[in-house]
């Protein structure tokens, strides 16, 4: 990265119905939804977040731009500008590759948006960063995510241990 481009990726995209976009400060009362609801955060946290872990849990996903020029977008519903949750590029040291993540509030889930907006990282990634193979990590247990990565056209490669657990690793497709 150079200090005049700072990113590798575009700090937007969009699709028919949502924009995926950077972070802003108050996103976090959004993504609150999310990340305080045990179900959701079930087989990632393992545990609910406090307001503060929140707004800890969003501060790293923006700052991941700043350190791998690339990272996990807000995604916004155009037609509400209602925060979802965020989908995009995810990286972290103890990760066994890149990733796309995905979480969304639970009202949200089952309506097509998270594959929409995967799918318009799978285009941005390919179109921006061809070399990358990303994966989606997933608990084995996290039935919905393994729905999810079929659908959007991942498969599954392996399991591995991981943070006292099971994991899978769904390989996102390279080409097209």
Not at 46 to 71: D, I, N, V
Not at 92 to 111: D, F, S, T
């Amino acid at each position: 990265m150079s200090q005049a481009e700072p990113f590798l990726v575009p700090q937007r995209l969009e699709t028919d119905r949502l924009v995926l976009r950077m972070f802003v400060e108050d996103d976090w009362r959004a993504l609150h939804e999310h990340y305080s609801d045990a179900e959701c955060t079930r087989y990632t946290f393992r545990r609910t977040l406090t307001e503060a872990g929140t707004w800890r849990a969003m501060a790293s996903m923006a700052g991941h731009w700043a350190l791998r020029g690339y990272g996990p977008y807000a995604v916004e519903e155009k037609s509400t500008q209602t925060v979802l949750g965020t989908i995009g590029l995810w990286y972290p040291l103890e990760w066994p590759e890149p990733e796309i993540k995905w979480a969304l509030a639970r009202r949200h889930q089952g309506k097509g948006y998270a594959s929409e907006a995967v799918r318009a990282v799978q285009r941005m990634a390919r179109q921006c960063m061809p070399e990358l193979s990303l994966i989606s990590f997933i608990d084995r247990e996290n039935a919905a995510s393994i729905r999810l990565a079929g659908a959007v056209g991942a498969t599954f490669e392996r399991e591995v241990e991981f943070a006292g657990g099971l994991f899978h690793i769904y390989r996102h497709p390279t080409g097209g």
